[in-house]
Each structure stands twice: as structure tokens, then as C-alpha cells.
């Protein structure tokens, strides 16, 4: 499986694959013909408050990487996190995208790297949490 990101205001292309965005709220003036999206999972998007919290600090990226990392362990983003990795299993590319202007420093970017394994799922405590869910994408990643 292929894991790309990409503006979505750029045109859509066959080599995209499974288009999904990633953004909390629909891109401005762009419609649903353009944009060209197979899925919007909205909920794995930044909350607003860090998302307003990082468009004023756009030099903190280390910070909100690890504040969006902590968002994504919470138990209310299990059954988002599951489906996007049950569809980067089942499909042979997608392509997250993400309205920013900032092509290197967006949650897409944290998002590619969870699914390329360069970092591990997020970790919760509790009954649950995220924890089960590092053991079961563990799972479908071995099969």
C-alpha cells in the first residue's frame, strides 16, 4: 500500500487512488465534483482548538505533532483510526488530503507517517482506549 498526501485544491489524477480528506471542515469554495473525495474523515482532523492553536504558532510543528498525536490516542478516535487503517490495508493507494498551504507541516503528514509505520498507532490507558487499537492494526498488518 501507497500513502500519499496532497492539497486538495490540486486537480485529482488517477495515480491519487482512494482520495480521503483529512480536514475538519470542507475546503473554501472548492465543490464536491472538484474535489474529487471517495471519503472525508473529518474525525481524525485536528480538533478546532488545536487547529486555531497552530495556525498561530506555525513554528511550533514539533508541539502540535505531539498534541495531535495525543488527540488521535483518545478513545473517540478509535473508530476513525481503525477505518483508515482497514482501507490503507484494502487498497492499493490513497492519497490524504489536506487544504493547508503548508504541503509539509499538516496533520496529513502525522497521519502518512502512522500508516507507513514510521511511527507507532497512538497509545491510550483504559478499557477501550487506543491501546486495543495498536494491538489490532498490529493485527491487520501482519495478515
Known sequence: MKVATKRVYEPAARADGTRLLVDRLWPRGLTKERAAVDEWLRDLAPSDELRHWFHARPQQ???FRKKYLKELSLAETEPALRHLYELSRMKKRITLLFASKNEEQNNATVLKELLEGMRKPPTGTGPGGAA???????AMRRR
Open 132 to 138: 486495543s487499537f495498536r494491538r489490532q492494526a498490529a
Open 61 to 63: 510543528w514539533a508541539s
